[in-house]
């Protein structure tokens, strides 16, 4: 009774309403299939140090962050997936939920209140960052061109952990020495552990020097010992995980790093904290700064190059 009383108007406004909802369904399916190859092409495009793309991808980014770098000289897609299941067999069992090393907080100033010792996490560098900060600080380029001044590339990771980044670069084939500091005697031992038995896995010798079953050469040392305090003078190149480094800290070793690029061979240095020391400029020495995002174990992350230029030990040197 209804249908034959309705008015004309009520059919034409069903109708409408149908066809608004037709195209609107139309229109999304659309929009899905445009996101879903342009997620596709951004995979394949080359790696570009400033690229991103705005791709709905779980966070609604692809960043550079999350793209392999292309392949260095000599290097092969199996062996970064040894290097990546060597470090996530060797490494990973000492992490926690969320891909955060667990430590007691043995340390010097480690101490939570009433000088009882607290725990808690901390995150590091994952296996892709490393990649991107091995060619932000042109360590492969380094190792290809033989631009060691006749000593060779040394790296040193201030605030080394348990040794991932350490073991990477060793393994990665692009430093004649790599050196870790580390102030908590906990990650210390997880460092000096894993990286033995890395070397037995992979059958690498005591001596390292001599290079091993493809994996180069080169020197691996743990120290246990505060940054501030450590001989870091013969460094080539230093990577400070300082993000969570006191301003004080941060300050002092803003001084041993200039004076150390005056005194010997350093000439880049990667830091997850500004420098402002380097930036201003010390003695007519400049240095010059670009930002790279990185995969961390707790997400992207941006670190600071900073490339000595115009030194003449050095040569002009930018971050690649």
């Given at each position: 009774?209804?249908?034959?009383?309705?008015?004309?108007?009520c059919?034409?406004?069903?109708?409408a309403?149908?066809?608004?909802?037709?195209?609107?369904s139309?229109?999304?399916?659309?929009?899905?299939?445009?996101r879903?190859e342009?997620?596709?092409?951004?995979?394949?495009?080359?790696?570009d140090?400033?690229?991103?793309?705005?791709?709905?991808?779980?966070?609604?980014?692809?960043?550079?962050a999350?793209?392999?770098?292309?392949?260095?000289?000599?290097?092969?897609?199996?062996?970064?997936?040894?290097?990546?299941?060597?470090l996530?067999?060797?490494?990973?069992?000492?992490?926690?939920?969320?891909?955060?090393?667990?430590?007691?907080?043995?340390?010097?100033?480690?101490s939570?209140?009433?000088?009882?010792r607290?725990e808690?996490?901390?995150?590091e560098?994952?296996?892709?960052?490393?990649?991107?900060?091995?060619?932000a600080?042109?360590?492969?380029?380094?190792?290809?061109?033989?631009?060691?001044?006749?000593?060779?590339?040394?790296?040193?990771?201030?605030g080394?952990?348990a040794?991932?980044?350490v073991?990477q670069v060793?393994?990665?084939?692009?430093?004649d020495?790599?050196?870790?500091?580390e102030?908590?005697?906990?990650?210390?031992?997880?460092?000096?552990?894993s990286?033995?038995a890395?070397?037995?896995?992979?059958?690498?010798?005591?001596?390292?020097d001599?290079?091993?079953?493809?994996?180069?050469?080169?020197?691996?040392?743990?120290?246990?010992?505060?940054?501030?305090?450590?001989?870091?003078?013969?460094?080539?190149?230093v990577?400070?995980?300082?993000?969570?480094?006191?301003?004080?800290?941060?300050?002092?070793?803003?001084?041993?790093i200039?004076?150390?690029?005056?005194?010997?061979?350093?000439?880049?240095?990667?830091?997850?904290?500004?420098?402002?020391?380097?930036?201003t400029?010390?003695?007519?020495?400049?240095?010059e700064?670009?930002?790279?995002?990185?995969k961390?174990?707790?997400?992207?992350?941006?670190?600071r190059?900073?490339?000595?230029i115009?030194?003449?030990?050095t040569?002009?040197?930018?971050?690649?």
């Open positions: 009774w209804q249908l034959r009383t309705c008015p004309p108007s059919y034409a406004c069903a109708m309403a149908a066809s608004l909802t037709l195209a609107l139309f229109l999304l399916f659309l929009l899905t299939l445009c879903s342009h997620g596709a092409r951004a995979q394949t495009l080359l790696f140090e400033n690229f991103h793309v705005d791709c709905e991808e779980d966070d609604g980014t692809t960043w550079a999350d793209l392999e770098p292309p392949l260095r000289p000599g290097e092969t897609a199996e062996g970064r997936r040894v290097i990546d299941d060597v996530a067999w060797h490494y990973g069992s000492a992490r926690g939920s969320g891909g955060a090393y667990r430590s007691d907080g043995d340390g010097e100033g480690e939570g209140e009433g000088g009882r607290s808690y996490t901390y995150g560098i994952t296996p892709l960052g490393v990649r991107r900060l091995i060619q600080m042109g360590l492969g380029a380094d190792a290809a061109d033989g631009s060691g001044d006749g000593d060779g590339v040394v790296v040193y990771d201030l080394s952990g040794g991932a980044f073991a060793r393994l990665e084939g692009v430093v020495s790599v050196v870790g500091i102030l908590s005697s906990t990650r210390h031992a997880i460092a000096v552990e990286w033995d890395v070397r037995a896995s992979l059958d690498l010798s005591d001596d390292d001599e290079g091993d079953g493809g994996w180069g050469s080169g020197k691996v040392r743990f120290e246990n010992r505060d940054v501030l305090e450590a001989d870091f003078s013969d460094a080539t190149h990577y400070a995980c300082s993000l969570c480094f006191p301003s004080h800290v941060i300050e002092a070793l803003e001084m041993i200039v004076e150390h690029s005056k005194r010997g061979r350093l000439r880049i240095v990667a830091s997850m904290s500004d420098l402002r020391l380097l930036e400029g010390e003695e007519g020495r400049r240095w700064k670009r930002e790279h995002d990185v961390m174990t707790w997400g992207r992350s941006r670190i190059v900073y490339s000595l115009g030194s003449s030990s040569g002009t040197v930018t971050s690649k």
